[in-house]
């Protein structure tokens, strides 16, 4: 009796009674990790077709050192000024008692509705004499700074007054109570947004393309499109992943140990607001100024050119051609994405384990691969093992698909954790089938989380641009495409119609990003 | 015969043995508490008998159905089981209403049914709610009517109380007492509190490292533990030093009756020998010295009224009763005394007293009934 010996195989016994249905995320994961492995693999092994010394003599020219140090300082400066930008602009928001906080919020996140590019075409196009290092740092900032602002500022509502209290009881001034307590409880989500800058740096294209600025990205460009070298290009690639993962690694080895923690149930006591006072005018004037150069010039310059152009070119039929192909390409995309990030949520929240952690880190993994690298992949593979898959639309979807995964995995995984399996498991105990109740009872508790995700992915499609390039169709042209076409023929008055498409499209979701993000923070869900 | 039945039920979990043999029998329509520490496996115990897990030796019946054995599988919607998780597991996207009928056939969803089982768990008025509209206990209670609907042949809740507030607990559990009692659905109520267990269960099984220690009514379980720490895990706790013989323990405290059949089955040893005793609190005659009858100086002889002087050190004030700890001033008594006395008969720290005994008390024995005093339940 004591003895411990099962009559049955343990595996057997213990998985038989529940293993068919995950066999179908198990499916589903395997499929969204290889997806996610397939340009990286082929990338590789493109490189090296020539062998490592190829590789080796293309990465020690003089020129990749230049190219380097061009993307280094660029990304450093990038990354403090918004930094800076972000939790200055959080803070005064979020935990100042100034007017028109809720109109404040959207107009400082709005930026990240235009595309990097389409902000890179507003400056250029009002002012040809913009470009190199400082034109650039300027144009990235003002588009990427929303990044940092997000999180710091759902990190500054979530903050729990006590904290604070505590500090200055214990004998800190205001400065010390921000730079020792603040700022360390915002920490984590300030350097998660940065990280974002980072990677958003890394992969940009098209506004360095504008302001004529060679960084990596910019480079492998044009030795693949102009070259048509793709071991170069590839080469050039695997130091662009490496400086990404860098950038990766940093964020983690920063944000350390210390996460934002608050002991005790119930919702955090929200801080009270400094009182302005003679501080009024600046602020005011500095929000308003950064509105003004991140916002109102892009979109003034739209309007202008919209308003110009007009009259001398208007093709609307290709218009709403190019319009249909993204709508259709983005759409088939986000479905793709969504679809798979149901198995790798499911997987990863519900049968967490070694391998399934695995699968959902490699799901997040396109989030640090420029779409250029992703893009440059598929074209290795299929150039050599695929040719029919060459230059279709079918590839093109795939590398949005896999670009854009872990947006999908962010928007499902959160639903996937509000829907506990115990729910589950409770309709099967009353008396549904395992599908039946998963219908039932997961899937409308994940609906919402499959729509956000399929909107989030649909939209980053619709507007990107740098894969599209590389990867349309000949003779299928999408917004971003065509805009692109009109404006390297300095055609700015034709393109500003494509702009303004593609910065609706995702205008409104950057709206209805802020409000919700707002909302939660004030009202924390229920227990 | 019983309704529900465990048979040598292992299961592990990460590699650590959860559940090492357990057997449990459930009478048909009583109610049986599986008492444990969280962690004790209580839960997984649940989720084997509700089909969410396999076991991986045992087996499991329901009214002489085989569930879970070597060769049979039955899947939870086929086990005719009600399980009624922590914090009841509502549907958050369903009404109550819809919540109640989930369970129930499609034509069956919008009729009379659905509205007799609100009004016996009386929530009648609120099926039109969303689940974070409720209360704690009105989500128990449509969690419990959710799990009715079917009329199952077994009804599992898990720590059904855990999360109410203390001031809402008594009452919800009073109600849902009452009506599984009006249903007679056979119930296993998986709980780690032990007031819970012994006020609610006809049957408490204490479950202690991944096996059933005892299964027995409370009264019984209070009484007469199989060990000490049992006896500690069900409330606070004397440990006398005693000798017993002919049915009596002599102990500082005086000479008790001993309970005629000790739980551990000894009682056929004959002849004197030495041995534990459990004393709970409630069993000390706490009385304060100088207006006692003990006086200053106890007078000899054989009717002394037996007892030990000693000081009160500690006294824990509930309002309806109290605790106090008593240190006793005479060589050969236990180091430290818990009793609990009446609210009104609090007495102060320093307070000199008389403290007597009460029997009948019951022996414990084996290896690990070693006199430490008193302990407070180590829950």
Redesign the interface.
């Known amino acids: 009796?004591?003895t411990?010996?099962?009559?049955?195989p343990?595996w057997t016994?213990?998985w038989?009674?529940?293993a068919r249905w995950p066999l179908v995320n198990v499916l589903g994961g395997a499929i969204a990790a290889a997806l996610v492995l397939l340009p990286l693999t082929f990338l590789i092994v493109e490189a090296q077709q020539s062998g490592w010394s190829e590789v080796q003599r293309l990465l020690l020219r003089h020129s990749v050192a230049v190219l380097l140090w061009n993307t280094v300082r660029l990304a450093l400066a990038c990354t403090v000024l918004c930094a800076l930008l972000g939790v200055a602009a959080a803070w005064c928001v979020e935990r100042t008692a100034l007017a028109g906080r809720r109109l404040w919020a959207v107009l400082l996140v709005l930026p990240l509705g235009v595309p990097d590019f389409v902000t890179g075409f507003g400056w250029v196009s009002i002012d040809p004499a913009l470009h190199g290092y400082l034109a650039a740092v300027m144009i990235m900032t003002l588009s990427l700074y929303p990044l940092v602002y997000l999180p710091a500022a759902a990190a500054l509502t979530r903050i729990d007054a006590g904290l604070e209290e505590a500090a200055r009881s214990l004998g800190m001034g205001p400065w010390q109570t921000f730079l020792k307590v603040t700022l360390r409880q915002i920490r984590p989500a300030v350097l998660g947004g940065c990280l974002l800058v980072t990677l958003a740096l890394l992969a940009e294209y098209g506004a360095f393309e504008i302001v004529q600025y060679r960084t990596f990205t910019v480079e492998i460009f044009t030795e693949f499109k102009l070259g048509f070298d793709t071991v170069a290009a590839c080469s050039l690639s695997l130091v662009l992943v490496l400086l990404s993962l860098a950038a990766l690694g940093g964020e983690l080895a920063l944000s350390g140990r210390g996460r934002a923690w608050r002991s005790g149930p119930g919702s955090p006591r929200p801080a009270p607001r400094v009182a302005l006072g003679r501080w009024l005018l600046p602020v005011v004037g500095g929000l308003a100024s950064l509105c003004g150069l991140a916002l109102g010039v892009p979109a003034g310059s739209l309007v202008y050119w919209l308003a110009r152009g007009s009259s001398s070119t208007l093709p609307s039929a290709s218009i709403l051609g190019a319009l249909a192909h993204t709508a259709e390409f983005s759409a088939a995309a986000a479905a793709i994405a969504t679809t798979l990030a149901v198995p790798v949520s499911a997987l990863a929240v519900r049968h967490r384990g070694r391998a399934t952690v695995l699968i959902e880190r490699l799901a997040y993994l396109p989030m640090a691969l420029p779409g250029l690298v992703i893009a440059l992949g598929l074209v290795a593979f299929s150039v050599r093992y695929a040719f029919a898959l060459y230059q279709s639309s079918l590839e093109l979807i795939v590398a949005y698909s896999i670009l854009f995964l872990p947006l999908a995995v962010v928007g499902v995984r959160s639903a996937m954790a509000?829907a506990?399996a115990?729910?589950e498991?409770?309709?099967?105990?009353?008396?549904?089938?395992?599908a039946a109740?998963w219908m039932?009872?997961t899937l409308?508790?994940i609906a919402r989380g499959i729509g956000a995700a399929f909107a989030l992915v649909f939209i980053s499609a619709a507007t990107e641009l740098t894969a599209t390039l590389l990867l349309h169709p000949t003779g299928v042209n999408t917004l971003a495409t065509q805009f692109w076409a009109y404006t390297s023929e300095l055609s700015y008055g034709a393109a500003a119609p494509y702009a303004a498409l593609m910065v609706a499209i995702s205008a409104i979701p950057a709206y209805l990003l802020t409000r919700r993000m707002t909302s939660l923070a004030r009202v924390e869900p229920?227990r | 015969m019983s309704a529900l039945a465990v048979r040598d039920l292992w299961k592990d979990y990460g590699g650590a043995a959860v559940l090492q043999g357990v057997d449990l029998d459930v009478a048909p329509g009583s109610l049986t508490a599986v008492l444990g520490h969280s962690g004790c496996g209580k839960t997984t115990l649940l989720r084997v008998i509700a089909g969410f897990e396999r076991g991986e030796r045992g087996v499991v019946s329901l009214a002489g159905r085989t569930l879970d054995d070597a060769r049979t599988y039955v899947p939870p919607e086929r086990r005719s089981i009600g399980y009624v998780p922590q914090e009841g597991a509502l549907f958050p996207h369903l009404s109550v209403r819809e919540n109640v009928a989930f369970g129930l056939p499609r034509r069956e969803r919008r009729g009379a049914t659905v509205a007799g089982l609100l009004e016996m768990v009386g929530i009648a008025p609120l099926a039109r709610r969303m689940p974070h509209e409720l209360s704690g206990g009105e989500q128990q209670r449509v969690a419990l009517a959710r799990a009715l609907a079917r009329r199952p042949q077994a009804l599992l809740l898990d720590e059904p109380f855990s999360s109410l507030d203390a001031s809402l607990r008594g009452r919800v559990r009073d109600e849902v007492h009452a009506l599984l009692r009006e249903q007679g659905v056979t119930t296993v109520l998986v709980t780690h509190d032990q007031e819970e267990a012994l006020s609610l269960a006809d049957v408490v099984a204490v479950l202690r490292d991944g096996r059933i220690v005892q299964q027995a009514a409370p009264a019984q379980l209070y009484e007469r533990p199989v060990d000490e720490r049992l006896a500690r895990f069900l409330g606070e706790t004397n440990l006398i030093q005693a000798r017993l013989e002919d049915g009596r323990a002599q102990t500082a405290l005086g000479t008790l009756e001993l309970r005629v059949k000790a739980a551990s089955g000894e009682e056929a040893l004959t002849g004197a020998h030495s041995g534990i005793v459990l004393v709970r609190p409630e069993q000390l005659d706490v009385r304060p010295r100088a207006q006692g009858i003990a006086g200053a100086s106890p007078p000899e002889g054989e009717d002394a009224p037996a007892g030990v002087s000693g000081r009160v050190e500690h006294c824990r004030y509930y309002g309806h009763d109290a605790l106090l700890h008593i240190r006793p001033e005479q060589p050969g008594a236990p180091e430290m005394l818990l009793a609990r006395v009446h609210g009104a008969h609090a007495l102060a720290p320093g307070t000199p007293v008389t403290v007597a005994a009460h029997g009948p008390v019951t022996a414990l024995q084996g290896p690990a009934a070693q006199p430490h005093g008193p302990a407070a339940p180590s829950a």
Do not use: D, F, H, K
């Open positions: 009796m004591s411990y010996a099962p009559t049955a343990r016994r213990a038989s009674g529940r509000q506990p115990r729910l498991e409770v309709g099967r105990s009353l008396g549904c089938r395992p109740a039932r009872v409308p508790l229920r």
